[in-house]
Structure formats: C-alpha cells, structure tokens
C-alpha cells in the first residue's frame, strides 16, 4: 500500500510539473509578445 501510495503522489508531481511547464510557457509566449 505504501509503495501504491508512493507511485500515486510520483505520478501527481510528474502532472503538477506538466502543468508548471504548461503555464511557464505560457508566461514566456507572453513576455515576447509586443506590449502596447
């Protein structure tokens, strides 16, 4: 049960940090737009 558990929160971080690297690139793209 602990291993499950510890695959569980492997597979959290590895979609939490899809989602930092969504939104950084999001934040990039941006950044190089023209600002007005």
Do not use: F, Y
Not at 2 to 30: F, H, Q
């Amino acid at each position: 049960m602990v291993n499950n558990s510890l695959a569980e929160v492997r597979e959290d971080r590895a979609d939490l940090s899809k989602l930092v690297d969504e939104i950084s690139g999001l934040n990039r793209a941006t950044l190089h737009w023209p600002h007005r």
